[in-house]
């Protein structure tokens, strides 16, 4: 559910657009309305479940998102429609950084690491079957894939009915408790973690998503689908590659796998911008898609660790915060690199970033 609220509609946008009259400019704000939310919300979510529990804000969270989405589908004006999208919105606000809190709640050590993988795999599956899903959908009529959300309502039921999760005491004042945080906020391996996240998703969402399909299409003249099945291929080898950490702990560190992915990242945007031909592509793609593999889950199994119960939902919020930081800055920063150097300016940027990331994780993830 975390991943489905945007990137099922993406492909029912240019309807959307059609039907109820509005510009292509205007209908990328059903996307900023859904993600708005979460930049302020995000970290509050986590507090309000270190002090009252996990599931009091995961349960309506859910339900929020599930019902206030398929409301979308219901409705037939724009500004409506924008309306319940912000709504839908407060309600996601909580779920990519709640049930990571859970996770590390419930495991340790290198279950924890494998769990975090396996929850890697489920949101890159999703990464990568939601816009088809959403295509196929529009295919019938615009809003029916904003009727998706609405299987968030019985996974609310069951979170509600079913989970068995230790839930955070929340003693002590509030004084305390943001002395604590503030304390762990810190740590410089907690710092370092918080770049890695900032780094990770800037590249992710600047040269890979934003502008893969780009170059793809100036150097390549591929088409949608073409261009669609590479980018999916990389979150497909994520998916395996997560599903595989916790034999890859056991002969390596978290700490060592994370620098390994920041080198990784730096090879595969150098290779990119110089291939060839597409399926020479595929294997920068695939590379990518290791490293994303190795290095998200491995991020987060450290964070949690580093963070007790009492303290965790708020920092792992903060994490999440720095993600849709990153989401916003990675379309800049590598925009202002392409249209400076060219395109594959955007990509050599990425490459140097990584590069830093790498020296900056020897420093201070140890």
């Not at 339900?63 to 407060?90: D, H, I, K, T």
């Not at 609310?156 to 762990?184: D, I, Q, T």
């Not at 080198?263 to 945007?269: P, R, S």
Request: net charge positive.
């Amino acid at each position: 559910m975390a991943v489905l609220g945007a990137s099922s509609v993406g492909p029912a946008l240019p309807k959307v657009a059609a039907e109820l009259g509005v510009s292509s400019g205007q209908v990328g704000l059903l996307i900023t309305v859904f993600t708005l939310p979460g930049v302020v919300l995000t970290p509050i979510w986590g507090v309000l479940s270190d002090r009252y529990g996990r599931k009091k804000i995961l349960v309506p969270s859910l339900l929020l998102f599930g019902v206030a989405g398929a409301s979308c589908a219901l409705a037939r004006s724009f500004e409506l429609l924008m309306v319940l999208r912000l709504v839908q919105g407060v309600g996601a606000a909580a779920l990519g950084a709640i049930n990571v809190t859970v996770i590390g709640d419930l495991y340790s050590g290198h279950e924890r690491t494998e769990a975090m993988g396996y929850n890697s795999s489920v949101l890159s599956v999703g990464t990568a079957g939601y816009p088809v899903i959403g295509g196929m959908l529009a295919t019938l009529g615009w809003y029916y894939p904003f009727a998706l959300p609405l299987v968030a309502v019985p996974i609310g039921l069951l979170v509600l009915f079913s989970l068995r999760n230790p839930e955070p005491a929340g003693e002590g004042g509030l004084k305390e408790y943001f002395g604590s945080v503030a304390e762990h906020l810190k740590d410089r391996r907690v710092i370092g973690l918080f770049a890695a996240s900032l780094v990770t998703f800037i590249i992710l969402y600047g040269p890979q998503i934003t502008y893969l399909p780009i170059l793809m299409d100036q150097s390549f003249g591929a088409s949608p689908f073409i261009t669609g099945a590479i980018v999916s291929s990389s979150s497909v080898v994520t998916a395996l590659t997560a599903t595989q950490l916790r034999r890859l702990t056991r002969l390596v560190s978290e700490k060592i796998l994370i620098r390994v992915a920041f080198v990784l990242y730096a090879v595969a945007l150098c290779i990119v911008p110089l291939v060839p031909s597409l399926p020479l592509l595929l294997v920068a793609t695939a590379v990518y898609g290791f490293a994303q593999g190795i290095n998200i889950p491995n991020i987060l199994s450290l964070l949690t660790g580093f963070a007790p119960q009492e303290n965790r939902g708020a920092i792992l919020s903060l994490n999440g915060t720095v993600l849709r930081l990153a989401q916003t800055l990675g379309p800049l920063l590598m925009g202002l690199a392409a249209a400076t150097l060219s395109m594959p300016g955007a990509y050599f940027a990425g490459a140097a970033l990584a590069t830093a990331m790498f020296f900056v994780a020897l420093i201070l993830i140890r």
